[in-house]
């Protein structure tokens, strides 16, 4: 990953008080993160690894009068800025208002530290990311602004509550490219500011910063349900954090208490009364910032969620730092599932419909002569096929969670749809030998896991168009990338690590 710095750190330094620019000046060290004045003490220049004091007289309210004099004026969240910049100022005051202490804090424009992301921002999904104070959320914010508004040409409004996004001043940063701003003139009007974004601009995608209250949550899921991409942060260090905090819980789906009835209870081992998601989560997928360099995705926000109210790790992949240099994103969420081959099972594949006709599956088990069954409990399913538009159906999400079978759905209810899909699912390629079509799928599987696990690029053997189409649909279902290449006899598929 090539990371580019960019700063106007000197226009910063130029409101300082001499003898603190002079003492930056000494300290020669790049990286300066923030100043800190507080009245009566030493000031202190912070660093990435150690905080370095600039000199050993007392902060004075004269100098503190200088800086305040020469940056903007300080709204109502205790925060100013230079304009043209992104550096930000922001004031610490005593009980009569007067300002006795400030931040300085270093704005950059920093390239390149989205790109272990980018597939998630081209994706078109909703997006949060989550981490402690000076991990570069919002610096990455910033590039995906620029990223999605120049690189893929969409219409992006950026909400700056603190003019952090992109700057002060009435004209934004060319940091954020050709996306607008709005500016919020009070702080707790962010969620309307949000709600006029959609309504007025028709954005393609929507930027805001530091999503901290209810009615902030309620104006991203408003923003989410209208289709609009929505890229942003939220107070809270983990995705645990996120759905015990009741005030933004609804970010992820939500939590509300269920009483099940006495079967349902027996089945699943449980008490009568447990927690589970209220909804579909606003945004789709959840990045944990570990550090600038690492971090955490859950690409399934639903799922994850799940996880956590069933008491189990929410899982995740780990990207960026020196291991992704090294070799591919390690997968800490067990593969995808599948229906198992014929010579990995002991009896015909158990299918549970839910929402479609039990006669389509049964009609197509027949035509394309499947080793397969209908079963009407859903705790004997080893496989699952669903109306594609009752997939978010709380029912359906227990049943997933607590079978763990693989889910196959379909867009209408009709036998030529379900026929596609299990033939799809059982690998079923017309005027090709069983055998054949086996040996094939197991090679793809095999090749998939090499792929991942030694982040290589593995060659299969020449196949005809038919099997590599299946081979390739075994590389999706491993998230890898798969690609045909040679001519005539000797066509083959190629399958690149992620």
């Not at 409101?15 to 000494?26: F, G, R, S, T, V």
């Not at 006795?100 to 790109?115: M, N, Y």
């Not at 003019?163 to 940063?173: F, L, S, T």
């Amino acid at each position: 990953m090539t990371v580019t710095r960019t700063d106007d750190l000197g226009l910063l330094l130029e409101i300082l008080p001499q003898h603190l620019q002079d003492a930056l000046d000494e300290q020669g060290e790049p990286g300066l993160l923030e100043v800190v004045m507080d009245l009566g003490r030493r000031p202190l220049a912070r660093f990435s690894e150690r905080a370095v004091p600039l000199s050993e007289h007392p902060i004075s309210r004269e100098d503190i009068s200088r800086v305040v004099s020469a940056v903007g004026e300080f709204g109502g969240d205790n925060r100013a800025g230079i304009e043209g910049t992104l550096h930000r100022i922001s004031a610490i005051r005593n009980r009569r208002g007067d300002i006795i202490g400030l931040t300085l804090r270093v704005g950059r424009a920093v390239f390149g530290t989205i790109d272990v992301i980018r597939d998630l921002v081209e994706s078109g999904k909703s997006l949060l990311m989550l981490g402690p104070p000076g991990v570069g959320k919002t610096t990455r914010l910033r590039e995906i602004t620029r990223v999605l508004a120049d690189d893929f040409d969409k219409r992006v409004v950026v909400i700056d509550t603190s003019n952090e996004i992109a700057g002060d001043g009435d004209v934004p940063h060319p940091a954020i490219g050709s996306a607008r701003r709005m500016q919020v003139p009070q702080p707790e009007n962010q969620h309307a500011v949000m709600i006029e974004a959609v309504e007025n601009h028709m954005p393609e995608a929507i930027v805001v910063d530091e999503i901290g209250t209810a009615a902030e949550a309620l104006a991203a899921r408003t923003i989410a349900e209208r289709g609009v991409q929505l890229i942003g942060t939220a107070h809270g260090n983990t995705l645990e954090n996120l759905v015990l905090n009741p005030t933004l819980s609804d970010l992820v789906g939500g939590v509300q208490t269920v009483t099940l009835t006495d079967e349902e209870a027996r089945f699943r081992g449980t008490q009568k009364t447990v927690s589970e998601r209220k909804g579909p989560p606003t945004f789709d997928v959840v990045v944990e910032l570990l550090d600038r360099e690492e971090m955490v995705v859950h690409a399934d926000t639903g799922a994850a969620v799940d996880k956590l109210l069933r008491g189990l790790p929410a899982g995740g992949v780990r990207r960026g730092g020196e291991r992704a240099v090294a070799s591919a994103p390690e997968p800490v969420e067990a593969p995808e599932k599948r229906i198992p081959l014929p010579d990995e099972r002991q009896r015909p594949v158990a299918i549970y419909p839910y929402a479609i006709s039990r006669d389509a599956v049964e009609r197509s088990i027949r035509d394309l002569r499947l080793d397969a069954r209908t079963v009407a409990r859903p705790e004997r399913a080893d496989a699952i096929v669903a109306l594609r538009s009752r997939v978010d159906d709380l029912r359906l999400q227990r049943i997933l969670s607590l079978t763990e079978a693989p889910l196959y759905v379909v867009k209408k209810n009709t036998t030529a749809q379900v026929r596609r899909v299990l033939q799809n699912a059982f690998h079923v390629v017309h005027g090709v030998d069983e055998d054949e079509v086996m040996e094939a799928v197991r090679e793809a599987e095999e090749a998939a896991r090499s792929a991942r696990s030694r982040h290589e690029v593995v060659v299969l053997s020449p196949r005809s168009a038919a099997v590599r189409e299946l081979q390739h649909r075994v590389a999706t279902r491993h998230n890898l990338t798969a690609e045909s290449e040679g001519s005539g006899a000797e066509r083959h598929l190629v399958i690149y690590p992620d």
